[in-house]
């Protein structure tokens, strides 16, 4: 064959192959259309979609993708990349030092002390063993009991427990009803309860003091089937309910230890926590894996200094810097773009296996995505984010044909129902998987 003609096969090659890419970026930037931008739902919003070739490391459609949006639980995204990266295999639920039989402890954040998510408690456990030979300090706390922007009256609210160094019971009370009893679990909180209501009936609801564990049964409309509300957290709370469900004392002393020969006591897969948070979108799990990271990164727990150094180093090559504050995404002060979020999840997918994503992101019909994407397992991984106004979806998709796609689909200030936002969400990220 003749040089010009391999040059003019070449360019033929070449030529239908960026006619196929330009095909395929129009004919998905004509599906968004339909099933988002000229969506009724969409329309007094603000949106931003980012979709993102990983194969070709691209993006094949990007509409207002480097813009700032609220993104609720999609918070969540930068935490489990953190952690996944510093927390290794395990949680360190507690830190000790040994002097013969004697051991000096400090807690370090670890969310799953006596959580009823878990079945087996090390930390427990050594401490039921160790009891009369612990003396517990106080663990390196640098940081509030809130996150920057939460609602302040949000504070008995099941999914804003307060942040804490010695996390116990998930910083909750659960209560429910015996008979006509109410029944407060940990048990210390029980005769904090203050009945105005009559209990024979179920009309009737559970409120909590702003500012002390005090806790009051009120006449309700609404039925009561049972609550959780978060309690004031302390040192020596913390010390009184480990105590209580221990049976036996234990030594605490406001004293600091130099960070000299501390060993790790494990409690729980790290992953395991993870998988928890994202697919109920726990904001408890989230706050506390973030001032974990802390710990373990700077030797303090401190949100705001850990996402600070997080911004400098692992984040620094974010396509725009985000204004991130908590660790949850409960805050309204978090500002992100679909393009932030694509840079996460390429970077998380470049560095960890797949399989172990995979088993921390949910996929159709599971956590929150449960009722969604129901024909959909295993084609997308992704989490959800809402707050009032704000809809949040971003992960993967592997479309039929094999391809895989990273996505961010932001929506700020709506005016219609979640569920709305969300069909059009569904429909567009089907239609990509079914055609693509």
Same mark, same amino acid.
């Given at each position: 064959?003749?040089?010009?003609?391999?040059?003019?096969?070449?360019?033929?090659?070449?030529?239908?192959?960026?006619?196929?890419?330009?095909?395929?970026?129009?004919?998905?930037?004509?599906?968004?259309?339909?099933?988002?931008?000229?969506?009724?739902?969409?329309?007094?919003?603000?949106?931003?979609?980012?979709?993102?070739?990983?194969?070709?490391?691209?993006?094949?459609?990007?509409?207002?993708?480097?813009?700032?949006?609220?993104?609720?639980?999609?918070?969540?995204?930068?935490?489990?990349?953190?952690?996944?990266?510093?927390?290794?295999?395990?949680?360190?639920?507690?830190?000790?030092?040994?002097?013969?039989?004697?051991?000096?402890?400090?807690?370090?954040?670890?969310?799953?002390?006596?959580?009823?998510?878990?079945?087996?408690?090390?930390?427990?456990?050594?401490?039921?063993?160790?009891?009369?030979?612990?003396?517990?300090?106080?663990?390196?706390?640098?940081?509030?009991?809130?996150?920057?922007?939460?609602?302040?009256?949000?504070?008995?609210?099941?999914?804003?427990?307060?942040?804490?160094?010695?996390?116990?019971?998930?910083?909750?009370?659960?209560?429910?009803?015996?008979?006509?009893?109410?029944?407060?679990?940990?048990?210390?909180?029980?005769?904090?309860?203050?009945?105005?209501?009559?209990?024979?009936?179920?009309?009737?609801?559970?409120?909590?003091?702003?500012?002390?564990?005090?806790?009051?049964?009120?006449?309700?409309?609404?039925?009561?089937?049972?609550?959780?509300?978060?309690?004031?957290?302390?040192?020596?709370?913390?010390?009184?309910?480990? !105590?209580?469900?221990?049976? @036996?004392? /234990? *030594?605490? %002393?406001?004293?600091?230890?130099?960070?000299?020969?501390? +060993?790790? $006591? &494990?409690?729980?897969?790290?992953?395991?926590?993870?998988?928890?948070?994202?697919?109920?979108?726990?904001?408890?799990?989230?706050?506390?894996?973030?001032?974990?990271?802390?710990?373990?990164?700077?030797?303090?727990?401190?949100?705001?200094?850990?996402?600070?150094?997080?911004?400098?180093?692992?984040?620094?090559?974010?396509?725009?810097?985000?204004?991130?504050?908590?660790?949850?995404?409960?805050?309204?002060?978090?500002?992100?773009?679909?393009?932030?979020?694509?840079?996460?999840?390429?970077?998380?997918? !470049?560095?960890?296996?797949? @399989?172990? /994503? *995979?088993? %921390?992101?949910?996929?159709?019909?599971?956590?929150?995505? +449960?009722? $969604? &994407?129901?024909?959909?397992?295993?084609?997308?991984?992704?989490?959800?984010?809402?707050?009032?106004?704000?809809?949040?979806?971003?992960?993967?998709?592997?479309?039929?044909?094999?391809?895989?796609?990273?996505?961010?689909?932001?929506?700020?200030?709506?005016?219609?129902?979640?569920?709305?936002?969300?069909?059009?969400?569904?429909?567009?990220?089907?239609?990509?998987?079914?055609?693509?």
């Amino acid at each position: 064959m003749k040089k010009t003609h391999i040059n003019s096969f070449i360019k033929l090659i070449v030529g239908c192959w960026l006619f196929f890419a330009c095909s395929v970026q129009k004919q998905i930037a004509k599906q968004a259309q339909q099933s988002i931008l000229n969506d009724s739902n969409f329309s007094v919003a603000h949106v931003g979609i980012a979709l993102f070739d990983v194969e070709k490391q691209q993006y094949v459609y990007n509409y207002q993708g480097n813009k700032y949006f609220v993104p609720a639980s999609n918070t969540k995204l930068l935490t489990c990349y953190a952690a996944m990266k510093y927390l290794g295999d395990s949680l360190v639920g507690l830190k000790y030092i040994k002097d013969e039989n004697e051991y000096t402890v400090k807690f370090t954040g670890d969310p799953t002390l006596l959580h009823s998510d878990f079945k087996q408690h090390p930390v427990y456990d050594f401490f039921k063993k160790n009891h009369d030979n612990i003396t517990v300090i106080p663990a390196d706390w640098k940081a509030a009991k809130y996150g920057a922007g939460w609602a302040w009256n949000d504070y008995d609210a099941d999914y804003m427990p307060e942040r804490s160094a010695m996390p116990i019971y998930g910083n909750t009370i659960k209560f429910s009803k015996n008979r006509n009893a109410i029944i407060a679990m940990p048990k210390l909180f029980q005769d904090s309860i203050l009945m105005l209501a009559d209990t024979r009936q179920n009309n009737f609801k559970i409120e909590r003091d702003e500012n002390a564990n005090y806790f009051t049964v009120k006449a309700s409309d609404s039925k009561f089937t049972g609550a959780e509300i978060p309690f004031i957290t302390s040192f020596d709370l913390g010390i009184k309910l480990l !105590q209580d469900s221990l049976h @036996n004392d /234990i *030594t605490a %002393i406001d004293a600091e230890v130099k960070n000299i020969g501390w +060993k790790n $006591l &494990y409690s729980q897969p790290t992953d395991s926590l993870l998988k928890t948070m994202m697919h109920r979108s726990d904001n408890f799990f989230a706050e506390q894996t973030l001032l974990m990271i802390s710990n373990e990164r700077l030797g303090y727990m401190n949100d705001r200094k850990i996402i600070d150094t997080l911004l400098k180093t692992d984040y620094a090559a974010m396509p725009q810097k985000p204004r991130w504050v908590d660790g949850s995404g409960l805050s309204r002060y978090d500002l992100v773009t679909p393009q932030d979020f694509v840079f996460v999840l390429n970077k998380m997918k !470049q560095e960890f296996s797949w @399989n172990r /994503i *995979t088993s %921390i992101l949910q996929t159709g019909n599971q956590g929150t995505l +449960k009722g $969604l &994407y129901k024909n959909y397992a295993g084609k997308i991984y992704a989490k959800t984010g809402t707050l009032s106004g704000v809809v949040a979806l971003s992960g993967y998709i592997i479309t039929n044909k094999g391809k895989q796609y990273i996505f961010s689909l932001l929506v700020n200030s709506h005016q219609t129902s979640a569920s709305n936002i969300r069909k059009g969400f569904e429909k567009f990220i089907t239609e990509i998987i079914n055609k693509y």
